[in-house]
Every structure is written in C-alpha cells, then in structure tokens.
C-alpha cells in the first residue's frame, strides 16, 4: 500500500536496512525527496532497521529530504522478473 501514491515500489523478497554494512532485515521505509531534483510528490525509499531508523531519518532530515516513515508492510512491492 502506497500511502502517498506517489513512493518507489520496493523490490519484494528480503528487504534489508540501507545503513552502510548492516544486513539486518528492514522494518521500516523511510520515505524521501530530494527537492533540487524530484518533484514535490515523488517519494524514494530508504528501507532502515529498528537500530537505524532513527540515524537515517536526521540523515535525511539535516538535507530536508525526509518526509516521512512507515513500516514495510505499507510499501508497495514489485517482483524484479516482472520489470523490463
């Protein structure tokens, strides 16, 4: 479920934390924009475990590109074979 209609799907499959090294299973998805090139309503995703979330959230919020956080289970998923 996309609640902005407007997020990046995310792979489906094991989803893992963005942070640099960590492999531990995601829990959340830190959505994102870069205002000098997306549009207002485009939304990336940053996927974060429970031990990260916080720290990739002031990354992205000290560059105001967070908008907002919600748990995996809300984003919206995409089979990787089903892309061209």
Do not use: Y
Not at 2 to 8: E, P, V
Not at 11 to 24: F, H, M, N, P, Y
Not at 26 to 32: D, K, S
Not at 36 to 47: A, S
């Amino acid at each position: 479920m996309d609640l902005l209609g407007t997020a990046d799907a995310v792979a489906e499959g094991e989803l893992l934390c963005s942070a640099k090294g960590c492999r531990a299973e995601a829990a959340w998805g830190l959505l994102w924009n870069n205002p000098k090139i997306h549009t207002p309503e485009r939304r990336k995703v940053w996927l974060a475990c429970d031990e990260h979330r916080e720290h990739l959230e002031q990354f992205l919020s000290r560059r105001d590109f967070w908008k907002q956080t919600v748990p995996v289970d809300a984003l919206d998923r995409f089979s990787p074979e089903a892309r061209p």
